[in-house]
T-cell receptor, first 110, second 116 residues
Framework: RKEVEQDPGPFNVPEGATVAFNCTYSNSASQSFFWYRQDCRKEPKLLMSVYSSGNEDGRFTAQLNRASQYISLLIRDSKLSDSATYLCVVISPGTYKYIFGTGTRLKVLA | DGGITQSPKYLFRKEGQNVTLSCEQNLNHDAMYWYRQDPGQGLRLIYYSQIVNDFQKGDIAEGYSVSREKKESFPLTVTSAQKNPTAFYLC???????????????FGSGTQLSVL
């Protein structure tokens, strides 16, 4: 089983739709989680950290479910500019390494 | 502006040639990393350095070498031993070498390496 798994998509959604992605992780001792956004052939950029209590930043909401070992990202009122690949990232406990998922591709359609 | 600078943006390698990718940061970060990204795959760690004059192999270090003589610089050499070097290479840094809770990773803009 991969340490971090994501559905590669693509998720094709109309403008204004709400879309959610999940990401599962295998190490129950993991403590730190992030969502990064990556545009084609560009560097990943931090979208948001994921806190235990869940957190929101504008149209974006991140949640952590420790019992089921997954994190989620919810995007409300999708914009064309949200089209990108969303990477789930987990810090592997004790190894000082970031573990990246393969990414979920989102296409927002006009 | 503080940030991470990678150069060149595009690089072409001939058979049997070693090439070096540059990575410089002015964020005063202790730790630096090199990742490789292939189409449809996640980022894979090549090498990382938690502090000057020290570096560790990542998951796919074979065919690569690095140095960390200065805090700001972490160049990556792709040697002729790397048989499939075509990929997008990303350099990154974090403030601390020991990743603590919510320690964030910052990336350079990447280098696309292709084989002629």
């Amino acid at each position: 089983r991969k340490e971090v798994e994501q559905d590669p998509g693509p998720f094709n959604v109309p403008e204004g739709a709400t879309v959610a992605f999940n990401c599962t992780y295998s190490n129950s001792a993991s403590q730190s989680f992030f969502w990064y956004r990556q545009d084609c052939r560009k560097e990943p950029k931090l979208l948001m950290s994921v806190y235990s209590s869940g957190n929101e930043d504008g149209r974006f909401t991140a949640q952590l479910n420790r019992a089921s070992q997954y994190i989620s990202l919810l995007i409300r009122d999708s914009k064309l500019s949200d089209s990108a690949t969303y990477l789930c990232v987990v810090i592997s406990p004790g190894t000082y390494k970031y573990i990246f998922g393969t990414g979920t591709r989102l296409k927002v359609l006009a | 502006d503080g940030g991470i600078t990678q150069s060149p943006k595009y690089l072409f390698r001939k058979e049997g040639q070693n090439v070096t990718l540059s990575c410089e940061q002015n964020l005063n970060h202790d730790a630096m990393y090199w990742y490789r990204q292939d189409p449809g795959q996640g980022l894979r760690l090549i090498y990382y350095s938690q502090i000057v004059n020290d570096f560790q192999k990542g998951d796919i270090a074979e065919g690569y070498s690095v140095s960390r003589e200065k805090k700001e610089s972490f160049p990556l050499t792709v040697t002729s031993a790397q048989k499939n070097p075509t990929a997008f290479y990303l350099c990154a840094s974090s403030k601390q070498g020991r990743l603590t809770t919510n320690e964030k990773l910052f990336f350079g803009s990447g280098t696309q390496l292709s084989v002629l």
